[in-house]
């Protein structure tokens, strides 16, 4: 049992009542107030319904035959019951509405009751599930600024981005983040709305490869009641639920071709229609993408829209991979094991100078996300108060090995080429041209080389 995923408002109420009479008066006090009306003759009845309906709220008598009140309601919330009670009782007394309230319910109404009483009671709960996820909001963005890794680095390629961030941030500007996976671009999209005038609003992510393709516009613009088979309730969306913030897409590359015309239209006007809706309405959100792909590619393969593209990439920041932030290794290694000690309760390590060597001669291609897991590896091995070489992982100890008994000028050449093709096709953003002029190769002999190395 959820309550409407589009916000605070209570819309389907069910009646559980032993007396026809009374279910009437509350259907009729109910739908005028605007609320929609269910209703079950008792507690076992109610159950039922539970199951096989969306409900908001419950209003339950006490006294009814073959499952009482207060039977429905301990069965109800150890079903998982996530919805206001409120318990209502001709023959109340003080001790039964302290049971009640202890059992979980909302609130306790006393028979006989103004219609009034209802209507306001279900609005306070309305108010407290207002409250309840306004706060849940809070905790999760605090949490994540409290646990999230600050963007430590020392080498001068990372100030420049750093730089860039903080230049970019007070803009309402569209960002578009590049860098292989584990790079840290969604650190850099935290960044940019920690330090821009939406810090204080929701901060939302999605990674939009993990959508299934046909949800893809319900997730992101919302539904509305009824839309499709299953749309029990309004569904406000991601670009809803960041209204005045930030909206995160990670993996903008994965977004199939038919959504991308239509994130274009939200990006360009400022409103969307949520899914079976007629309406349109206002959206302020700020968008920063990222994407281990290379879009320009994308583009020309015919994968990616080139105004949205446009659109996304009004800024564009490139984070660099670790391999080429060698002035950051060290500082990062020993930040990820002070970390995982201070977690353990226990002695950070001490990185001696060959254990330094061993993670700057080694390629990283998962970056910084391989080297924070490689650094809690080594210390579930560590027993001292120093990393040794036959605590870190086979893979760094086997490629060192492999160096050192390698004395092939041969070798280290067509290591050292191929290191300088991909340096250079990242720095063109995969251009061959642009990249083959760098190299100061033919075009031709880059694309045999390309072949030659399996690129």
Not at 271 to 287: K, M, T
Not at 343 to 359: F, K, Q, V, W
Request: net charge neutral; with cysteine; hydrophobic share 45%.
């Amino acid at each position: 049992m959820k309550v409407a995923k589009d916000g605070m408002a209570l819309k389907n109420v069910l009646v559980v009542d032993d007396e026809p009479a009374m279910r009437h008066m509350l259907q009729l006090v109910l739908e005028r107030a605007g609320f929609q009306y269910g209703e079950a003759a008792n507690g076992a009845a109610a159950l039922d319904l539970l199951q096989g309906q969306s409900w908001d709220a419950v209003l339950c008598d006490i006294r009814m035959p073959e499952m009482d009140g207060l039977d429905f309601l301990r069965q109800a919330l150890a079903r998982g019951l996530a919805v206001p009670v409120i318990m209502m009782s001709a023959f109340g007394t003080i001790d039964t509405a302290v049971e009640c309230l202890k059992l979980g319910a909302f609130d306790y109404i006393s028979k006989p009751f103004k219609p009034d009483e209802v209507v306001v009671t279900l609005r306070k709960a309305e108010e407290r599930l207002r409250l309840q996820k306004e706060n849940a909001l809070l905790r999760q963005e605090l949490a994540g600024k409290a646990g999230e890794q600050e963007m430590l680095y020392g080498s001068p390629v990372m100030a420049e981005v750093m730089g860039l961030v903080h230049r970019v941030a007070p803009t309402p500007s569209s960002v578009l983040v590049c860098g292989e996976t584990g790079t840290g671009k969604e650190l850099v999209a935290r960044a940019l709305h920690r330090q821009s005038p939406r810090a204080h609003r929701p901060f939302v992510a999605v990674n939009c490869g993990a959508i299934s393709p046909g949800l893809v516009e319900s997730e992101f613009f919302g539904h509305a009641r009824g839309a499709f088979t299953g749309a029990e309730q309004a569904h406000a969306g991601l670009f809803g639920a960041a209204h005045g913030g930030t909206l995160f897409l990670d993996e903008i590359g994965e977004l199939p071709m038919e959504m991308q015309p239509k994130l274009l239209r939200v990006l360009q006007e400022g409103e969307l229609r949520p899914v079976g809706s007629v309406q349109s309405r206002r959206i302020d959100v700020r968008v920063v993408a990222a994407t281990a792909r290379n879009l320009r590619a994308e583009i020309d393969g015919g994968r990616f829209r080139r105004d949205l593209f446009y659109r996304l990439a009004v800024v564009e920041i490139n984070m660099p991979p670790l391999r080429e932030r060698g002035e950051d290794i060290s500082l990062l290694a020993e930040h990820f094991l002070h970390r995982i000690a201070l977690r353990e309760n226990r002695a950070a390590p001490a990185l001696e100078s060959d254990i330094l060597a061993l993670l700057q001669n080694y390629p990283w291609p998962g970056n910084v996300r391989e080297l924070a897991n490689f650094m809690e590896k080594a210390m579930i091995f560590c027993r001292g108060g120093q990393l040794k070489a036959e605590d870190l992982p086979w893979e760094l100890r086997r490629r060192e090995r492999a160096v050192q008994d390698d004395y092939s000028l041969k070798a280290a050449l067509y290591r050292l080429e191929k290191e300088y093709i991909l340096k250079a096709l990242r720095h063109c953003d995969g251009n061959r041209t642009q990249a083959a002029q760098l190299l100061e190769i033919s075009l031709r002999n880059l694309q045999y080389k390309l072949k030659e190395y399996g690129l």
